[in-house]
């Protein structure tokens, strides 16, 4: 049992919908600011957005305002990732980690062992 596991990748076509969940172990949950990462085929990990550990503030990379919500469910422990309007520059493997800052969140800053990530395949 990881303490990271993401899920909710799919394949969907340009313009469609998909919700990827993170379910972090307790200790981590609501103790820490948290972030989505995502890696395409063939290039570095990226940030994509983070959000704060009661969900007060989030911040979003450029490529993705307006079309992606970070969240944070209480109930169920869980952080999601609602992505809208999907391209095909979007395509990759979604990753969920714990940071310091969601200001300057990046792979480096992440702190705790990356889970298996979940493949997102967006086709034009």
């Known amino acids: 049992q990881g303490q990271l596991v993401e899920s909710g990748g799919g394949s969907v076509q340009a313009g469609g919908s998909l919700r990827v969940a993170c379910v972090p172990s307790e200790r981590i949950f609501g103790n820490y600011n948290m972030a989505w990462f995502r890696q395409p085929p063939g290039k570095e990990r990226e940030f994509v957005a983070a959000i704060t550990w009661n969900g007060q503030r989030t911040k979003y990379t450029d490529s993705v305002k307006g079309r992606f919500t970070i969240s944070i469910d209480n109930a169920k422990k869980t952080m999601y990732l609602q992505m809208n309007s999907l391209k095909p520059e979007d395509t990759a493997v979604y990753y969920c980690?714990?940071?310091?800052?969601?200001?300057?969140?990046?792979?480096?800053?992440?702190?705790?062992?990356w889970g298996q990530g979940t493949q997102v395949t967006v086709s034009s």
């Open positions: 980690n714990t940071v310091y800052s969601i200001e300057e969140a990046s792979p480096s800053s992440a702190f705790t062992i």
